[in-house]
């Protein structure tokens, strides 16, 4: 069992930057696959990001591609997604996944095991 709670969000004017970050429970951080998902109103959830279990390998969606980076820190059981030029379209209820499959299925939502309640981001412009 994973308990994962994010951490973060906020307010943000176009183009300003903000970092969220998700803490996990328990000793077995290092054996999932983490993402970030979001979800904005009246949208799907949807793919953001993803980082390997060792963190040597990292996606993204196209959308956010150049200006999020996703990082971990297997010591400290946390998982970021630093947001920089950020748009209002990027406003969504952003969530922290973790997941025991394997890597190749990064982006589908339904490989991941265990979901964080979800942190508030809104973009104004």
């Known amino acids: 069992q994973v308990q994962l709670v994010e951490s973060g969000g906020g307010s943000v004017q176009d183009g300003g930057s903000l970092r969220l970050s998700c803490t996990a429970s328990?000793?077995?951080?290092?054996?999932?696959?983490m993402g970030w998902f979001r979800q904005a109103p009246g949208k799907e959830r949807e793919f953001v990001a993803a980082?390997?279990?060792?963190?040597?390998?990292?996606d993204y969606a196209d959308s956010v591609k150049g200006r999020f980076t996703i990082s971990r820190d297997n010591a400290k059981n946390m998982v970021y997604l630093r947001m920089n030029s950020l748009k209002p379209e990027d406003t969504a209820v952003y969530y922290c996944?973790?997941?025991?499959?394997?890597?190749?299925?990064?982006?589908?939502?339904?490989?991941?095991?265990?979901w964080g309640q979800g942190t508030q981001v809104t973009v104004s412009s």
């Open positions: 996944a973790a997941g025991a499959g394997v890597y190749s299925d990064y982006v589908y939502d339904y490989r991941y095991n265990y």
């Open positions: 328990g000793h077995t951080f290092s054996t999932y696959v």
């Open positions: 980082i390997s279990r060792s963190g040597f390998s990292t």
